[in-house]
């Protein structure tokens, strides 16, 4: 790993504990056309391959032409609420700021609408430490197509073999691999150990200041 010169994130399991607002704000447009709600738990596993995913996977299979409409309200929802329960994960900012001193290159990359991701990252970190925050853009694919990771390595002039690419889900494991990046699995977000390993981490850590040791 001695030539990791670049980290590349996942936002939503990774930088920030974003689940309970994602929940509520689908459960809430769920709710308002009168379909079943889920617990706030459960949406781990929904979460992570985009709005328009998470509302069909949340949606009864006699309802999917739903879609639509249960995006445009939990957008609307979420756009007010987004910032009621998020907060970064413990140790967080500690690691942003070490790799900052360590003059590595940092960015972020989300299946999340692009206008949320640059928002939440402007909340939660001024001034940012991200050369290059991006999320779902149209004409962009979603995670695990390696285009927009590889865009991003494009873009700072750095080899995809010298990124380090962290993330909580089988979707960032497959993104990291197609791009040629190093795998890194994180256990603090919203999936267990054994879906990381199995999507092709090539190093697993429990908690923030772990990545460090990998530098």
């Known amino acids: ?22 929940a509520t704000a689908t459960n809430w447009a769920l709710a308002q056309l009168g379909c079943p709600t889920h617990p706030v738990e459960s949406y781990r596993y929904m979460v992570g391959d985009g709005a328009r995913e998470l509302c069909a996977r949340a949606l009864p299979a006699d309802k999917q032409g739903l879609q639509d409409e249960v995006l445009r309200r939990m957008r609307q929802h979420y756009d007010r609420h987004c910032f009621d329960l998020t907060k970064l994960y413990a140790g967080i900012p500690e690691l942003i700021s070490a790799l900052a001193r360590r003059r590595h290159r940092l960015a972020v990359l989300s299946n999340k609408p692009d206008d949320f991701t640059k928002r939440m990252i402007a909340h939660y970190f001024q001034p940012s430490p991200f050369a290059v925050v991006r999320g779902q853009l149209p004409n962009v694919p ?30 960032d ?6 791009a040629g990046m190093h795998a890194v699995g994180v256990l603090w ?24 040791a990998l530098l």
């Open 173 to 178: 494991m497959r993104t990291a691999r197609a």
């Open 142 to 171: 979603l995670k695990p197509d390696p285009t927009a990771a590889l865009q991003i390595a494009q873009e700072l002039g750095i080899p995809p073999a010298h990124w380090l690419y962290l993330g909580d889900t089988n979707t």
């Open 189 to 212: 977000g919203f999936r267990a150990r054994d879906e990381l390993v199995g999507s092709g981490a090539e190093h697993i850590v429990a908690r923030p200041e772990d990545v460090l």
């Open 1 to 22: 790993m001695t030539k990791v010169r670049s980290v590349l994130f996942d936002l939503d399991g990774t930088l920030a504990d974003s689940l309970a607002d994602l």
